[in-house]
């Protein structure tokens, strides 16, 4: 359901969240090390970000990738949705292609509700909000 870019790009966002700042920016070489991701592949994924508002970025001797407050108020399917595409979300688990409410796959109904759920928590859920967690301990990502 979540591709490993995506994965890569939430990882990078909290990053941005619990380091940087408008006086702080953050080199692309700065997020790839501590995140475990090769330098070209999150420098890829960071800037479809940009394109798409969920992050900021300024150029030159200062320059850097960080998050304003719109940006930490961004929730974390629009994170996916700019990275894996909206259909990704809703596609079938068993990968069929007509899978659907007329033509349901076997699993079809056994994780409709599941899924649905799992997208509305992700649609409420913010990157701060995330951030705050991380922050405060309640939960864990090695930063």
């Given amino acids: 359901m979540i591709s490993n870019s995506s994965k890569y790009a939430i990882k990078a966002l909290l990053y941005l969240a619990t380091h940087s700042s408008i006086d702080n920016k953050i080199m692309v070489k700065d997020i790839a ?24 970025s300024a150029r030159g ?9 719109d940006n930490l108020n961004k929730t974390v399917i629009n994170i996916i949705s700019v990275i894996d595409g909206e259909d990704n979300l809703n596609s079938c688990m068993l990968s069929l292609n007509e899978c659907n409410e007329n033509k349901p ?10 899924r649905n759920k799992i997208l509305k ?12 967690e991380v922050k405060l301990g309640k939960a864990f990502l090695p930063l």
């Fill in 121 to 132: 928590t992700l649609n409420n859920k913010t990157i701060n909000e995330l951030a705050l």
């Fill in 105 to 114: 796959c076997p699993l079809h109904y056994v994780l409709s509700a599941s």
């Fill in 33 to 56: 090390k501590p995140i475990n991701v090769p330098k070209a592949y999150i420098a890829k994924l960071l800037q479809q970000l940009v394109r798409e508002n969920l992050i900021s």
């Fill in 61 to 69: 001797p200062k320059g850097g990738f960080y998050l304003d407050e």
